[in-house]
T-cell receptor, first 108, second 116 residues
Framework: EDKVVQSPLSLVVHEGDTVTLNCSYEVTNFRSLLWYKQEKKAPTFLFMLTSSGIEKKSGRLSSILDKKELFSILNITATQTGDSAVYLCAVRDDKIIFGKGTRLHILP | GAVVSQHPSWVICKSGTSVKIECRSLDFQATTMFWYRQFPKQSLMLMATSNEGSKATYEQGVEKDKFLINHASLTLSTLTVTSAHPEDSSFYIC????????????FGSGTRLTVV
């Protein structure tokens, strides 16, 4: 059965800390891995990863994929209270399968 | 680019009535549309996948006669919740991918459905 597992499920850190969110997967026909940030409404797209070892960066956020070990990480450096959200990892094969998300809370 | 417009953003309906939710891709051709349901503090659960011009593929446990999906054009897909019941109250979100290749992966803004 295809699955996407995220860890930790929740995380509380202080502003300025660096966090690493994990996503492992098992799918039949991998096409891409996606990271989203969800606050109160629909998720907003962060990254799409298709190749191993190539880091994608956007400001303080970065992500990398390891297709051999079947996982990805999302790093957030110098966290801010506005980073508080649920971060969703999804993997696309014939459809898009979501993990349960990591609920991140940044304390001021 | 890659904008998906979903409406209504919220709707309250009486038990037994039907509700239609629309998703439109505004600046790309949505060859595939995914419909999700999300209960509070839970992740997105895929309900069905629809490709333009063909019947939707429903996930196990999702009643296709209750959740009617139409994807008649490359820019519009609709989800109709028929004979809604309070347990259908949820957050429904669409996501589209399309052309150029892999363009999109964008979500609509979601519809909060409350059945009373």
């Amino acid at each position: 059965e295809d699955k996407v597992v995220q860890s930790p499920l929740s995380l509380v850190v202080h502003e300025g800390d660096t966090v690493t969110l994990n996503c492992s997967y098992e799918v039949t026909n991998f096409r891409s891995l996606l990271w989203y940030k969800q606050e109160k409404k629909a998720p907003t797209f962060l990254f799409m990863l298709t190749s191993s070892g190539i880091e994608k960066k956007s400001g303080r956020l970065s992500s990398i994929l390891d297709k051999k070990e079947l996982f990805s990480i999302l790093n957030i450096t110098a966290t801010q209270t506005g980073d508080s959200a649920v971060y969703l990892c999804a993997v696309r094969d014939d459809k898009i399968i979501f993990g349960k998300g990591t609920r991140l809370h940044i304390l001021p | 680019g890659a904008v998906v417009s979903q409406h209504p953003s919220w709707v309250i309906c009486k038990s037994g009535t039907s509700v239609k939710i629309e998703c439109r891709s505004l600046d790309f051709q949505a060859t595939t549309m995914f419909w999700y349901r999300q209960f509070p503090k839970q992740s997105l659960m895929l309900m069905a996948t629809s490709n333009e011009g063909s019947k939707a593929t429903y996930e196990q446990g999702v009643e296709k006669d209750k959740f009617l999906i139409n994807h008649a054009s490359l820019t519009l897909s609709t989800l109709t919740v028929t004979s809604a019941h309070p347990e259908d109250s949820s957050f429904y979100i669409c996501s589209a991918i399309g052309t150029p290749t892999n363009y999109g992966y964008t979500f609509g803004s979601g519809t909060r459905l409350t059945v009373v």
